[in-house]
Every structure is written in structure tokens, then in C-alpha cells.
């Protein structure tokens, strides 16, 4: 198992850096062949934790990952924030719950999109939220 | 940024979502349409989302707040042409959009708002 270093890191700033985040993951999909229906979830779930890291964690950066498995490559999302961290990571996760009345549905949904999830968070530290999507067969490259 | 056409047929605003829209372009296309059916006096929205290679929670909401919008404006709306994939990732993202209505084509979408005259305008326009 090896890992690439990341590919890519794009700041979140202002919303246009939400937008840049969706283009770079989607670039990154394509590349190592993830199918039309697995890169819309891709780029759907970074599209909400962007946002999430913008809105909640006050700003941070995206960085994109390659992991190459046996038979399999794994595409790593982690977004990173030095906001004001998550007080109460479970009702955070639970659908619906939103403190800032969204539809509480970017975490919890998200999680869902990944095969893989984790969520670092420290009060007053900040929080750092990986997925991860793994595409059947070796990349296409 | 983003582009965003909207053009008026027989009482109903065609409007075609180009590009990639940021919050702000939500937010912004919300408030255009509901003055524009206010001062129009739209009875029907028709949203093309075909060319959207993704809907998030964000825009979903937007989507649905214009609607609800509308229809208190006399106005229905209804969103057409979601590719295939982004229904799937709106289900599994816990968004049904309950309530929205939707159409797989323009032309179906219109037929909503009047029969097969219009459907037949808005494909020689
Ligand atoms: N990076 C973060 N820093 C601090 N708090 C966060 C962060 N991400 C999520 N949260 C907390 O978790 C809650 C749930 O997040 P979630 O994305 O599910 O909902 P939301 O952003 O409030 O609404 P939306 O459905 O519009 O995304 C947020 O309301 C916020 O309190
Ligand atoms: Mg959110």
C-alpha cells in the first residue's frame, strides 16, 4: 500500500474556493477512472464539507490524496479547519441536525456518500474531516 | 460567474442553469425570479438543471425555497432534465426534495404548465 503524497491542496477562503474545490476533485476523479455516478458523489460530498469548513470552521484548505491498494485506487479528501471544532461530534452527525439552520444533511450525508469516514475535531483546535473513495480496478493511467 | 438564461413563454419563465453557481448565484437567481414572476405575473417556472453536473444540500434547498416561493405568487415551478447520477446522490445524500416537482425533459416540463401548444413553441424557439 502506498501512499501518494497529496496531488492536490486548494485553499477555502471565500465560496468561489467551494467551487475550485468541486473542479480539483472532479479533475482527480476522472483521472484515475472513478465511474460518472461515483465522481458525482465525490464531488457532491466535497461540495458540502467545503462548504462546512468555510461556513462553520471559519476557512481552511482541501487537500486531495491518491492511495494505491492492491487491485484498487482510493481518492482521499481532508478538509481542514483551525475553527472553533465540534462540541458534540454525534448529534453533529445525526441527519437533520443543523446549529446554523441548514438542512443538517452535509456531515451525516456525506458520510454516507464515502466508503470511508473520520472526523478529528478539538474544541477551539479546529477539525479535520477525511473520506474516502475507493474506485474498483487499478487507475486508468 | 455563472450562466444563467431566463427567457418568458406564454406566461412561463424558461430559466437554464449553465454553469457552476456558487451560494451567492443561488441566493442571487432566487431573488431575480421571484421579482420576475412578481412583475411579470408568471404562472409557471420551469427550471432546466440538465447541464448541473452536481446538486448539493445547498442548492437543493434553494431549489425548493424558489418553489415555495412561487407558488405563493400563484406560480408553480418545476425542475427538469436532473441527470440520472445526481438523483442518486441527492437519495443517498438524504434529500428527497419532497414536494418539488420535477420533469425529465423541457418539453414534458411544459406540457405541465398547458398542453402540447407551448411544449411545440419552446422547441422551434
Ligand atoms: N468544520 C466544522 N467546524 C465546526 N462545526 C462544524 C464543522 N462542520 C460541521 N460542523 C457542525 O456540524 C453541524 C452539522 O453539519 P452539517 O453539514 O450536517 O449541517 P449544516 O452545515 O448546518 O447544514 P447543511 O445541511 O446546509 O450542510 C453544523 O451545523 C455545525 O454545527
Ligand atoms: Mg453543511
Redesign the pocket.
Known sequence: MTTVPTVREVPIRAEIGIVQVRQAVREVAVSVGFSLVDQTKLVTAAS?LA???L???GGGVAEIELEQRVGSTALRLRFH?K????GDVEL?LRDG????G???????GARRLADEFDLE?ARGEG?T?TVTFVAAGPAAR | MSATSVIELDGVLLVTIQGELTDHDAIALQQDLTTQVAERGARGVLINISALEIVD??LA?TLHEIAGVTSLLAAETVVVGMRPEVAITLVELGLTLNGLRTALSVSDGLSMFGGASIARRAEGA
Open positions: 458540502e462548504r462546512n469548513t461556513k462553520h470552521g479547519d475553527g472553533p471544532g465540534i453533529a441536525y443543523s446549529s446554523a441548514g438542512l443538517g444533511l452535509g456531515l451525516s475535531t477539525t474531516v | 444540500s445547498f434547498r
